[in-house]
């Protein structure tokens, strides 16, 4: 019996995705999705196009460095202004212009020097055979020079989130990179950096800093009404008429706003809206929708980043959590007794221990991606002390700690 009825309810389900109400074209409100234009957006295109504007012409420019929080446009800038390059390249000219996108944070990418070079060969020579390790480092970038120097090429390579590979491999690879202008005969290389961290630059070697000879565009944040227009000009395409309660926009905006002016989050929140008013089987997306999504959205994501953060980062976030839970009523914990935890819990799981320097800058990452809330508090002439407690939900925490349990051995 309950067999039937499970089948009864399952094409119930299917029966109200036949009868969509709510979506024209779910994919405008995706983060892949390429507008025809570009809102509040003017000025840092034309900025891009100007700089870049030399490449028709096959000379090499400037290398370029676009920064602004995340969900401000950079990404969005830089491909459109490479798909204007593309339809102006002529084709009778006597060098190639090629333009070449890469996302640094990608985890099969962005893990090594090595995989990253990998990568670009083969963006370069599809048919190139490629090992997924096992070269020395000094062949892997003669592969490289030989897969973009067999033919006059300017060549402009897009990295985006270039912040988290200098993070995760070192400055040399930056260096090493632009450097390579020298030993090629026939192509050269303009670097395009895309990064989320605004002091990106200034935290490089100043010897890999004097290499890059570049030029900088910041995307400050989106204010709420900017990003409005941004909803109001996506909701016309990716949603039947009439679906939009009064007032959704305006609280997505809000929500967005809040959350430094980030564009793309207003986006997801409209879209996750959309598909809990469509799973109520309701006739529109209400206000209540975007309640429920901007919830979904945060567990989501501070869950996500827990999964996918570097077992060091696990680590001192469970030293929190641990240390929190067995203290007496809600008192916080200070930076000191986290490190005292941690290098306790590094023991028990074999990793090296890292200095309470590099411990002090995780848990500075911890507050800003809003896991927890740090407060530096006077102690008079006892100096300063940062003291810790959790900025997420009770139920999100205990998500995080059966993610960190299953990945080491925690107490």
Same mark, same amino acid.
């Given at each position: 019996m309950w067999v039937i009825d499970m089948k009864l309810e399952i094409e119930k389900i299917f029966d109200t995705i036949d009868k969509n109400a709510i979506f024209k074209d779910k994919s405008i409100l995706q983060a892949n999705y390429a507008p025809n234009e570009i809102p509040h957006r003017d000025e840092q295109i034309r900025q &891009?196009?100007? &700089?870049?504007?030399p490449v028709l012409r096959g000379e090499k420019t400037s290398n370029l460095f676009l920064y602004g929080k995340t969900g401000t446009g950079k990404t969005l800038a830089m491909r459109y202004v490479q798909e204007e390059l593309y339809k102006r390249a002529k084709k009778d000219t006597d060098f190639k212009l090629k333009i070449e996108y890469l996302n640094c944070k990608l985890k099969k990418v962005s893990d090594t020097e090595y995989r990253i070079l990998a990568e670009l060969i083969k963006k370069f020579k599809p048919d190139e055979d490629v090992p997924i390790t096992g070269l020395p480092t000094q062949a892997i970038y003669s592969k490289f020079i030989d897969s973009i120097d067999s033919e006059k090429n300017l060549i402009v390579l897009i990295l985006d989130e270039i912040d988290q590979t200098v993070k995760k491999i070192s400055n040399d690879f930056l260096y090493n990179l632009v450097r390579l202008n020298s030993e090629l005969s026939k192509s050269q290389i303009c670097l395009v950096g895309i990064s989320n961290n605004l002091t990106f630059l200034d935290e490089l070697d100043p010897r890999v800093r004097s290499s890059l000879s570049e030029e900088e565009i910041v995307f400050h944040p989106y204010n709420a009404l900017q990003i409005q227009d941004i909803l109001n000009q996506r909701a016309i395409l990716a949603f039947k008429e009439g679906v939009l309660q009064e007032g959704v926009i305006s609280k997505c905006a809000a929500f967005a706003a809040k959350e430094h002016g980030d564009a793309r989050r207003a986006l997801d929140l409209l879209r996750v809206a959309g598909e809990l008013a469509e799973r109520d089987g309701s006739k529109k997306i209400l206000l209540k929708h975007i309640d429920e999504a901007n919830e979904k959205i945060e567990k989501d994501k501070i869950l996500d980043t827990i999964t996918s953060e570097p077992k060091q980062f696990q680590v001192v976030l469970g030293s929190i959590i641990y240390l929190l839970e067995n203290q007496n009523g809600n008192n916080p914990v200070f930076t000191g007794d986290v490190y005292d935890f941690y290098q306790q819990l590094c023991i028990k799981n074999k990793l090296d221990v890292l200095t309470q320097r590099r411990v002090s800058e995780i848990i500075q990452e911890l507050d800003m991606?809003? &896991?927890i809330n740090v407060r530096v508090i006077s102690k008079g002439r006892g100096g300063r002390m940062?003291?810790?407690?959790?900025? &997420?939900?009770?139920?999100?925490?205990g998500k995080a700690k059966e993610i960190i349990e299953n990945s080491l051995n925690y107490i």
């Open positions: &891009i196009a100007l &700089i870049l504007a991606l809003g &896991i940062r003291e810790i407690r959790m900025a &997420i939900s009770k139920g999100i925490v």
